[in-house]
């Protein structure tokens, strides 16, 4: 009996020696050297004053509870208004194996340098890349979607004026909000599997094509707020209401739609949360006829409208609904 104990003791050692012990009692060293290079350029104090300890307890970083490798690395906001903005050598991520998330947001980043290493080895198991509030430009795309994994994307507050580079990737989450985007651009967004998308604060304007957005067959969140938007058109193919039968919630808010738009948007049957406040919308609305669809309606934000006093008795046809925003409406004074 004790001599096959002491076999299983054995054999359980020459694993070890093998495969290597595994790293749970700290970070790896090489990704503690390279997190003192990244201090150099983001100048992370703190970093140095807990050099000599755990890398895996610094501020801005997350380990994997196994293997002790870096998976979450936030980098602090070092741009400052006036700062220039400046390019971002990839090469210094290369030692983190395992990160799966990273995010450089408000740092003044004008572009990645990847000519030491592609963007596709540095980045290889990324899914999470925020690059918000940078000065990014049309090209960022062309180079971010070599990465094989990569399912959520942030490029709020860039300079984006064009999404030509867009197509083929495979994301879950996209966020453009903020950029220089014009109506065209949405050809390019047509077929993609995303679940969640922010086009707001850009420069559409006008007619937006419901072909186009009806083509996002998985999309569950919708922003296209702080637009000039007038309203939802069938251009070529004749629909005449948005289709997004997987569509939660959708933000319209700060446009210039007018009451029409609300005949559009009868077919969201899934729909949970629905905001087209501060728009041009006035007068009467005939709920029963515009929104009996939304079945699964929770809230509603009619914001900054010009209402007629009878939609609260109509608003009481949507049994869903849990929460009603009227916040700086006007209504016509009683005689």
């Known amino acids: 009996m004790m001599d096959l104990k002491l076999l299983w003791i054995l054999l359980i050692t020459s694993l070890f020696f093998i495969q290597g012990w595994p ?17 150099s350029v983001f100048d992370v104090s703190d970093w140095i004053t807990e050099k000599d300890s755990n890398c895996c307890h610094w501020d801005y970083i ?27 050598d990839v090469s210094l991520f290369f030692p983190f194996e395992e990160l799966k998330s990273l995010d450089l947001s408000l740092n003044g980043i004008k572009d990645f340098i990847d000519n030491k290493v592609p963007l596709s080895s540095a980045f290889s198991n990324l899914e999470i890349l925020k690059l918000s509030f940078n000065d990014f430009h049309d090209g960022i795309l062309s180079k971010v979607k070599s990465l094989p994994n990569l399912k959520i994307l942030d490029l709020r507050n860039n300079t984006i004026e064009s999404l030509q580079h867009l197509q083929e990737m495979n994301l879950e989450e996209l966020d453009l909000g903020g950029n220089r985007l014009k109506n065209n651009d949405l050809t390019y967004i047509k077929g993609l599997s995303i679940k969640s998308l922010n086009i707001g604060g850009n420069l559409l304007q006008g007619s937006i094509d419901i072909g186009v957005l009806n083509n996002l067959t998985n999309l569950k ?49 899934n729909m949970k949360s629905l905001n087209v406040g501060n728009n041009l919308i006035k007068g009467s ?13 929770e809230e509603l934000m009619l914001d900054g409208s010009h209402l007629n006093n009878n939609i609260l008795q109509s608003i009481g046809v949507l049994n869903s609904l849990k929460a009603l925003s009227l916040h700086d409406c006007t209504y016509p004074r009683m005689v």
């Not at 609305?285 to 309606?297: A, M, Q, S, T, V």
Request: aromatic share 8%; with cysteine.
């Open 221 to 269: 969140k919708l922003d296209m707020s702080y637009n000039e938007i007038e309203s939802l058109q069938y251009f070529n193919d004749g629909e005449r209401q948005l289709k997004l039968i997987n569509l939660e919630k959708l933000d319209l808010s700060y446009n210039l739609f007018n009451n029409t738009l609300l005949a559009r948007l009868g077919g969201l049957s």
């Open 62 to 88: 997350e380990c994997h509870n196994i293997s002790g490798r870096v998976k979450v690395l936030t980098l602090p906001p070092k741009w400052r208004q006036g700062d220039s903005s400046w390019y971002l």
């Open 23 to 39: 790293q749970t009692q700290g970070c790896w060293e090489q990704e503690r050297v390279a997190l003192l290079q990244l201090h």
């Open 285 to 297: 609305i005939n709920i029963i006829e515009e929104l009996d669809g939304l079945i699964n309606l």
